[in-house]
């Protein structure tokens, strides 16, 4: 079997990463979706990953989207590199919105995005920002951030929830 491609971490990551988000009350039984900004392998790499999971009793599912204004149903969006000239347009119209913002492009965090993946060895570890995060109406737990490189600010309230 081949080695997982940067595709296939960053994916399970992802994943992973929604598990540990708190999200506005009344959607726990919606569907929950990951969208994939510009880059199609990582879009089927996800979809394999999510197919028949759940995070709690919610089902989940990926998609790619090809524009800004169609962020709209994303619980997850990750923005991949082959979207990095539109980033501002993606983070803009994903503001204030309950959605957990991703991506491996640099500056991400400077500019809006909530993580940012980084490569550290032959890893990939991350940095949060908390106020994009609040910002967005959803929290983190502290787990997560815990095995975050770094984080940046402060939630909502002061606390690292």
């Known amino acids: 079997m081949p080695p997982p491609t940067q595709f296939d971490v960053q994916a399970v990551y992802l994943f992973d990463f ?27 790499s996800l979809a394999r990953i999510v197919e028949g999971e ?4 919610r089902p ?20 991949s590199d082959a979207a990095k000239d ?16 991703v991506s491996d492009i640099p500056a991400f965090l400077e500019r809006g995005g909530m993580i940012k993946f980084l490569p550290v060895g032959n890893r990939i570890r ?18 997560l951030l815990k095995v975050a490189v770094s984080v940046n600010g402060k939630p909502a309230g002061g606390g690292g929830q």
């Open 18 to 44: 929604a598990k540990f988000v708190r999200w506005p009350a009344g959607r726990e039984h919606d569907t929950l979706t990951f969208c994939i900004a510009g880059e199609r392998r990582y879009a089927e």
């Open 60 to 79: 989940l599912s990926a998609r790619i989207i090809e524009r800004p204004e169609n962020v709209s149903g994303c619980d997850v969006l990750f923005i």
């Open 126 to 143: 991350f940095s949060v920002d908390l106020r994009s995060v609040s910002q967005g109406g959803i929290s983190l737990s502290s787990e």
């Open 86 to 101: 539109r980033l501002d347009e993606f983070l803009a119209a994903s503001a204030r919105r309950p959605m957990l913002t």
């Open 54 to 57: 759940h995070i709690g009793e």
